[in-house]
């Protein structure tokens, strides 16, 4: 497996999720600007907050190739799989992403637009689960 554990500090995993939010935020703002911007905040964004739920389950990955997988992975076996759809965006994401930061390739409005609405709505679910968990 792809993580390792560690106690769960609930301070860390809030910090953690603020600053998802903030990105997520940034992200939405960038829209204005820049598309390829706003789409790898967005992406940002999830895989902090799929960070955070990671840790306050105990895990963080290892420090290894394939730890952003290995990040997905871990959130989408943790939350309801009606979810889904948005983690198999959540993978193109990370694709697109990599190939736009190694490569070349587009970010169309309606993708950073799409990343932007995804990133928030996984938030959302990500702050549920860890608030009832965590009260």
Do not use: W
């Not at 955070?52 to 420090?63: F, V």
């Not at 694709?95 to 070349?104: A, E, L, T, V």
């Not at 169309?108 to 702050?127: F, H, I, P, Q, W």
């Amino acid at each position: 497996m792809a993580t390792r554990p560690q106690k769960i500090d609930i301070k860390q995993v809030r910090q953690f999720l603020a600053d998802a939010r903030k990105k997520a935020v940034a992200a939405r703002k960038n829209l204005l600007i820049e598309e390829e911007t706003a789409y790898q905040t967005a992406y940002q964004a999830m895989l902090k907050g799929c960070l955070a739920l990671m840790l306050s389950h105990g895990q963080r990955p290892r420090a290894q190739l394939g730890h952003h997988i290995a990040i997905i992975e871990f959130a989408e076996k943790h939350l309801d799989p009606a979810h889904a759809p948005l983690f198999a965006l959540f993978d193109r994401m990370r694709r697109k992403r990599n190939d736009s930061f190694y490569g070349i390739a587009i970010i169309s409005d309606v993708e950073a637009k799409d990343a932007v609405r995804a990133a928030e709505e996984l938030l959302k679910l990500l702050t549920a689960d860890i608030d009832n968990r965590f009260p």
